[in-house]
DNA sequence: GTGTCAAACTGAACTGAACTCAGGTTGTGA
DNA sequence: TCACAACCTGAGTTCAGTTCAGTTTGACAC
C-alpha cells in the first residue's frame, strides 16, 4: 500500500488520498487504464469502492491527476537539470539524460502518461477532470516551449544548425517518449544503454 | 458512408463490413475509442446497432482489425519503398518518405493504431480479437525485423557506424510514429516539411 | 418466374462496471 | 467530552456494450 510520495499538501491527516494515487499508477501501468477495474483500485487500498468518489469525481480524474503530477514532475526535471548549462549541446544532453533518470514507479507514469496522451485532446464534462485536462495541457505546451527555446537558443549562438524548432522540439520528444513505449525494467536493453543511445540520438538530430 | 476500401474479399455482395470499418476508422479517429459510442457507428452507416455483431465479435474486436490492417499496410509499403534500394542511406531515406506518403483517411489509422497500441499487450478473452491482436503483434514484430535488417545491412556495408540496430530501430520507429500525435491536416506545418525533417533526422541518428 | 436459404438485420432484454444516494462512523482539535 | 468535518458504506441507478429470439432480404439454382 505504501502511503508515500504523491502528496500534495492539501489533505488532512487520514486521507488516503496519496495511497490510492500509488495504487492506481500500479495498476493502470500494468493492465491499462481500461484494463483495470476501479474497485481494484479500491481494494488494493483497502476501502470500498465508493469511498474513492471522497477523493477523486471519477475514475478519469484520477488518471488526469496522475497524468498531471508526472507532467508536472517531468517539467521540474527537466528545469533542474539545464538550469546550469551554459553550452546549448551540454543543456540538450542533460535533458535527454534527465528523462531517463526515473524510479520503477516513474516509470509506470510516463507510460500511463504515454498511454493516455490523447485523453488531453479532448474536453470533459465533469467539472474537476476538465480542471486537471486544462493543467495538463498547459504543463503539456510549456514542456514543448521549454525544448523549443533550447534548441533556438543553441541555433541562435551558432551551436546548432538552423531548423524550425518547434517541430524539431516535437520530434526530439517524440523520441524520448516512445521509449516508454517499449521499455520493460528486466528487459534485454539495460536503461543507462538506451539513455546512452537516445542522448546520442537526439545531439545527432540537432547539432549535426 | 462511402463504401470503398478496406474490402478484404471474402464478404458477401451486400455485405457492410467496409462500410463500418470506415465509419469506425472516423470515429475513433476524431472522438478517440472510447470516445466514440459504437451505436454511433451504427448511426453512421445506416443500421442498428445489434447489426454490428453479425461483423464483429465486439467493439474491441473491430478495433484491432483496424489496427491490424492498418499495420499491413505499414509494412507494405516499407517494403516497397525499400526492395529497390541497394545504398543503405538511400533504403533508409526511402523508408522515413514512405511512412509520410499517407491519405488523409490512413492518417487517421494511423493515429487509431498509436492512441491503442497498448492493447496489444494483454491477452483478449474473446476469440476473433485475440486472433486479430496476435496478428497485429506479429506485425510490430516483423515491422521491427524490418528495421532492424536495414540498420544491420547498413552497419554491415560499413554505411552506418556500429550501434544497437534493434534499440535503434526502435527509436527510429518512435520518432516517425510520434508523428501522428501531434500532426493536424491543416495545421501549422506542411506534412511535406514535417516529413523532410524528419527524414533528415533519420539520417542523422543513423548515419552520423 | 419462383422457391430456398444463408446472409443481413431488428427490438427487447440482459450485464457489469462506473457512479449516486442517503445516510453511518471516526478521530481530531476546541 | 463534545462537535463536526472528514471519511466511509451498502443499496440502488445508469448506460454502453452485448445477447437473444426471432424476422426480413435478395442472390442463386431450377
Redesign the interface.
Known amino acids: 500500500m505504501t502511503t508515500a510520495r504523491v502528496s500534495t499538501g492539501d489533505e488532512g491527516p487520514r486521507s488516503k488520498r496519496a495511497a490510492i494515487l500509488t495504487a492506481a499508477v500500479e495498476c493502470f501501468g500494468e ?2 487504464f ?2 483495470t477495474k476501479w474497485s481494484a483500485v479500491a481494494g488494493r487500498v483497502g476501502i470500498g469502492q465508493t469511498a474513492l468518489y471522497h477523493y477523486f469525481e471519477t475514475k478519469t480524474h484520477c488518471l488526469l491527476t496522475i497524468m498531471r503530477l508526472e507532467l508536472q514532475r517531468s517539467r521540474d526535471q527537466f528545469t533542474e537539470a539545464t538550469a546550469g548549462q551554459s553550452d546549448p549541446v551540454e543543456a540538450l544532453r542533460a535533458a535527454a539524460r534527465a528523462a531517463f533518470a526515473v524510479s520503477e514507479h516513474e516509470i509506470l507514469q510516463m507510460r500511463i502518461l504515454q ?1 493516455n ?3 488531453l ?2 474536453p470533459r464534462t465533469s467539472a474537476k477532470e476538465e480542471t486537471e485536462r486544462q493543467a495538463a495541457r498547459e504543463l503539456v505546451r510549456q514542456i514543448e516551449r521549454d525544448w523549443t527555446r533550447l534548441l533556438t537558443r543553441g541555433m541562435s549562438e551558432g551551436a546548432f544548425p538552423v ?2 524548432p ?3 522540439g ?2 526530439l ?3 524520448i ?3 516508454w ?2 521499455y520493460r525494467p528486466g528487459g534485454p ?1 539495460p536503461l543507462s ?2 539513455s546512452d ?2 542522448e ?2 537526439c545531439v ?2 540537432v547539432a ?1
Open positions: 493492465f491499462g481500461e484494463g498511454n496522451l490523447s485523453l485532446a479532448v531548423r524550425d518547434h517541430t524539431l516535437q520530434a520528444l517524440g523520441l517518449v516512445s521509449v513505449r517499449w536493453t544503454e538506451v543511445l537516445i546520442g540520438c545527432r538530430m549535426e
